[in-house]
């Protein structure tokens, strides 16, 4: 099995594909899509994730736009945390979140998936894509792959027409034909646009 982990700037979202079908994983609040974000409390040790960290403002310290950080120079986030100041890098705070992803779909799932496909910006550079990488090793994740957004949307639309051909469906032939799309990615960060050219001949 793989899982893929769509870390987005403001919310984040997991799935697992075991060769046959994908389902999505959803959290422990039900929730199929996750805030990018954490809560360091300042008078103990927890530290709570997504949901619970964007709901509790009493005692603690939020961080959102975990992803926005990534590939800058390795700044240190120095905040109260079980009654000390506490400095924090960029990289340790996603590993913290990565591991969240890891808890939830092993407790959706029923099994621990160590190989992942990761999405990011089409626009991030190859420090951030390797800075990305290294938070996921360090979560001890196995990168399979690195994918930009728009790619893994227009994936998912090629996947989903060419299933409706096997379906035997004739009115997919006209949406089988190779030609160019473009993808719209409204990020929590950014609104990016890609003309993709699509092939339906080599799936």
């Not at 994730?49 to 950080?69: C, H, M, Q, R």
């Amino acid at each position: 099995m793989i899982l893929g982990i769509d870390f987005g700037t403001s919310n984040s979202c997991c799935s697992y594909f075991d060769g046959k079908e994908s389902r999505v994983i959803i959290n422990e609040y039900g929730n199929e899509v996750y805030p990018t974000c954490l809560a360091f409390n300042k008078y103990t040790d927890e530290i709570l994730y997504a949901n619970s960290a964007y709901d509790n403002s009493k005692d603690v310290t939020l961080i959102k736009n975990i992803k926005g950080y990534i590939g800058l120079d390795e700044q240190e986030i120095e905040i109260m945390y079980n009654n000390s100041l506490t400095k924090f890098t960029v990289n340790e705070i996603v590993v913290l979140y990565l591991n969240y992803l890891k808890r939830i779909s092993k407790n959706f799932i029923g099994i621990q998936i160590k190989d992942i496909v990761i999405t990011v910006p089409a626009y991030f550079s190859n420090i951030q894509r390797a800075q990305i990488k290294s938070c996921c090793e360090k979560a001890e994740l196995n990168v399979i792959r690195i994918i930009n957004e728009p790619t893994s949307a227009i994936l998912a639309y090629c996947w989903d027409t060419k299933s409706l051909k096997t379906k035997s469906l004739d009115t997919t032939e006209k949406c089988l034909e190779t030609k160019n799309i473009l993808v719209v990615d409204c990020g929590g960060g950014t609104t990016d646009y890609s003309i993709i050219n699509t092939d339906f001949e080599d799936q």
